[in-house]
């Protein structure tokens, strides 16, 4: 998994989607990054990363949530602020 921090979107998406079939398996439906990120702007070290995630309708539960953000702060490291669409 990823030892040093990302840096930019690109970093972050290409994560995403070499990590697709864990983040199915936390029921993720779909996701996309917004924030700074997103923008590739002002990117600091204590800055986290702003993900923005649709559940399966049988997957969302709170289990699903949490394993899924600390996961991603593990593959990205950095924090990581996790919001459904719901």
Excluded: W
Aim: charged content about 20%.
């Amino acid at each position: 998994m990823q030892t040093m921090p990302v840096q930019t979107k690109a970093q972050v998406l290409a994560l995403l989607q070499e990590y697709q079939q864990e983040l199915q398996r936390f029921g993720v439906k779909r996701c996309g990054v917004f924030g700074s990120f997103a923008r590739d702007t002002a990117i600091q070290a204590q800055s986290d990363v702003d993900i923005l995630v649709a559940f399966e309708p049988d997957q969302k539960t709170f289990d699903n949530f949490i394993h899924l953000s600390f996961f991603l702060e593990d593959l990205f490291g950095r924090a990581v602020d996790l919001i459904t669409i719901e």
